[in-house]
């Protein structure tokens, strides 16, 4: 078996937009109610800062304190919002390019469980599980964006939290990092930490390779105060921001999908001009994230064919607006990577990347409707993800693929196509060969012990996190970091996997 | 947790025809392609039947004794095929209305060994399994078509075999059949044993309530004599055929996709061809299956990007000549029913039915790159396709379903939309509550005993192959189908189960 899918469906970015589960008519109706809605309902909730500007900005407040926004002004604020930017990798060769219609991966999530698979045992994650996630997704080839999948739960205070939480994804990945925030002044204090890592001051302003994910809005239409904070001061440092609002159908947003997509469109919208009131053209993906209530009991369900269309349905409303933007997918509610895991996420994963949004995240790695996080889950869902961006990349129609004198030449001379010049040409570039997903006959599975995924994804995994850890901070700028902050990685654990120090980075 | 779900996306036959992975001018290549290969490199074999016709039609036969299709002949008889008929089922329930654009699933296949997924060991298939995944399948509420997944092993007679498939699926199953014939002499046989089941002459002629499944063409762009014969003596014998031919990327057809896809084409309008000149617009799925090798070892691979993209593919191009077809999707590599197994099948039947083909096949129950089946797999993919066909019927875009004023409630008020009379209103009519599918929290499931999917199928199975089957065969017309043929499903086995008799049908 190949260790590594030998076949790139195209650079990392593949195009989307083939599915398309809104006519145009449909977008522009979405998008006058939208409107609507941030006219007439508007927000409450909102910041000293944000409803200063805002109303120097024309919005009014109405007789509930309700801040409304006036068409022109939103407008005007999509027209001057940030397009196609660099997010930047802690090496460069992890920057990601954020262009209209090119889709990338994500992990996502705050999950606050790990699953250990083989006893099918739940329990509390921690900053060595989130050390150990870092490690993996660094080896997940489709993966361009870590965000933090679990909470250190066995950190209570908030800052060291914050602090720890950046300090492992930093040093356990090379790729773009993102987490959230829980006070506006951790801001500088992780800014601080990430110049450390760097070697000079000005070092991450140089290359901002961490965002910060901000839910600056409650649904319905309610703006945080904390993460509002945060927000602001995240523009004002130059710090990329992933705007989020998880609107839940049927929950905290209409059970209505078109209603749920006109109220996500209105938050998001209304995060975005808040941000950039603050700082215009200030790097945000503004992500909605419409999620999915099961109406039995109000809970959260993140698998089903609802939540595939609010995704995709979402994407297409901000590639209208041609707003970088991201999707969540592929958020099981199985508590296994089991069968219904691989059903959920490649149903919810493929809708949503073949809308074609920025990012997909929560791509891999989560079960249990978010809750739960599991290693063996990331390796098999990145493979799941290589055979979509293999469908994404499509069918290449020219007059050479066409083939017709091959196959007149096949027809009728060999029969066959087996070792034909063609055929040799394209099968290390057209075709995807599985690492872990099984291709043999069922004797020789039987021979091979007769596993399931799972059971091959284990070893895969206990391989890379056995493995020496490249990371582009230095021993002496990681004994600056430690001596400034309270790191509370064991330091033998983070230094005893450093087989070598990747060259190059910020 | 409920035993069937509550929702129906809509009828059977949801609309398809939102993914598209070719654009109108690929389109338009791959047409004038196909043509090309129809009219300069044409088929070898071609039947003395056939060949008589088709020369009496315009066509010739070039110095290799290939017969070849001018363009105006082919384009003549995609004019004349027959379009919006309809398929009956066993009973007038289960009839199919075949429409253009309209999906629906089906079984298919021709496995000859049987999954245990208790203990992972496979054996051969037989009678007795046929007839068992016939009830079972009768209980899928989103499978319409009964083609028959298993050959029964345990026969050899070739005559046996084709009178005891037919008898296992329509005395095991109240949906339309569709079956292979290995010779052209069984086909009046099958259908006096059908009239015997109806009890009457030409009963079955009235509602004929089986297809025959002909691979008239092995690829490449050659016709089989047994099954051109056999689709010949259906077509004189009013009975429906479903049109196949396999080629097999990169092996029997060009490694090219493009290419792949024009030899489909041509294969499966030149299956159409031959198949009109007998009978002008008889009943015909045009189904080109085009699948995919595994270039590293030359053996069909059934769960990739590049099968769900040739699937879909091929699914635009019959539509593009309004032709009923049906395309095969769900047929995972994986030997047990796991994560890729989930991930596999989601991925490709999606992209499918996306497409909008008549017919999805083997979309439930297949394993191992079709070599083998299990009754597990079933249930839990009807499940799934009941996800992709919520997904499906799309996002419904009204001024009620915008929800401005239902927004502006809840923002303003109670700040929640549970108990509003729109989320009571939609949430019996909108949202798909899954029965095998787990949503329970990570407690509750621990406290269930932490299973997974596949355990609670095999409790599903054994509830419904538990249960009495139903069926529209009298004891008396059985007996007369007894007494005329020579049936191999123990009596007992089959009388036993017979608790009630469903009264209709044909």
Redesign the interface.
């Known amino acids: 078996m190949r260790q590594a899918p030998s076949f790139a ?1 195209g650079p990392l970015g593949t195009k989307g937009g ?5 006519s145009e ?2 977008i522009q ?2 998008h006058s ?1 939208a409107l ?2 941030l006219e ?2 508007g927000f ?1 909730g909102a910041t000293d800062t944000v409803r200063d500007l805002a109303l120097g900005a024309g919005c009014k407040l109405d007789g ?1 304190g ?1 801040l409304l926004f006036p068409r022109a002004l939103v407008e005007d604020i999509i027209d001057g919002a940030a397009r196609d930017f660099v997010l930047h990798g802690q090496t460069p060769s992890n920057d990601i390019e954020v262009r209209d219609g090119h889709v990338h991966f994500a992990t996502g999530g705050a999950a606050v ?1 790990m699953l250990d698979s083989a006893s ?3 329990r509390p994650s921690t900053l060595e599980d989130l050390f150990d996630i870092a490690r993996l997704v660094d080896k997940l080839d489709n993966i361009q964006w870590f965000a933090r999948p679990v909470v250190a739960t066995n950190l209570e205070d908030w800052r060291e939290l914050d602090l720890n939480t950046v300090y492992a994804c930093a040093r356990g990945s090379t790729k773009h990092i993102g987490t959230s925030i829980t006070l506006d002044r951790h801001v500088p204090e992780i800014i601080k930490m990430l110049d450390l890592m760097t070697g000079r001051d000005g070092g991450f302003a140089q290359r901002p390779f961490v965002s910060v994910h901000a839910t600056t809005v409650v649904s ?3 703006f945080a105060e904390d993460s509002s904070n945060v927000a602001t001061a995240a523009a004002r440092a130059g710090m990329p921001i992933l705007s989020q609002t998880g609107p839940l159908a ?10 749920t ?3 996500t469109v ?1 938050e998001s919208l209304g995060a975005l001009v808040a941000i950039n009131l603050v700082k215009k053209g200030h790097p945000v993906i503004t992500s909605g994230w419409p999620f ?1 209530a ?6 959260f ?1 993140g ?4 939540q ?3 995704g995709a ?1 979402q994407a297409q409303m901000m590639q209208f607006y041609r707003l970088p933007t991201g999707v969540p997918a592929g958020m099981t ?15 919810t994963v ?2 949503a990347a ?1 809308s074609g949004p920025s990012f997909v995240y929560e791509s891999v790695g989560m079960l ?2 978010l ?2 996080c599991s290693l063996e ?1 990331m390796v ?2 990145n493979e ?1 993800i ?6 994404m ?6 007059d ?5 004198d ?3 030449e ?3 001379h060999v ?4 070792g ?1 010049a ?2 040799l ?3 290390e570039t ?5 690492s ?7 004797d020789n ?2 021979e091979q012990g ?1 596993q ?3 059971e091959r994804a284990r070893k895969r995994v206990a391989e890379v996190l056995s493995a020496p850890c490249p990371t582009h901070i230095t021993p002496e700028n990681d004994a600056a970091v430690r001596a400034a902050f309270p790191i509370r990685l064991d330091p033998k654990t983070a230094q005893g996997l450093d087989g070598r120090w990747v060259k190059g980075g910020n």
């Open positions: 469906p083939m599915y398309r589960p809104l008519a449909d109706r979405i109610a609507d809605v007439q309902t409450k509930d309700r469980k099918r045992a739940y319905p239409l309610t049927g929950a905290t947003a209409p059970a209505a999908l078109a209603g997509l006109v109220q209105a999915v099961d109406l039995r009991t109000g809970s369900s698998g089903s064919g609802e595939a269309l609010l349905g509610d199985s508590k296994l990577p089991d069968n219904q895991a691989g059903f959920e996420k490649a149903l493929t809708l073949m249990a409707s809750l739960g889950a098999i869902d799941m290589h055979s979509i961006r293999r469908s990349k499509g069918i290449e129609v020219t050479a693929s066409l083939s017709i091959v196959i007149d096949a027809s009728r029969g066959h196509y087996l034909n063609q055929t040409a394209l099968m057209e075709y995807v060969y599985p872990l997903a099984d291709r043999n006959s069922p599975w039987t007769a399931d995924i799972t």
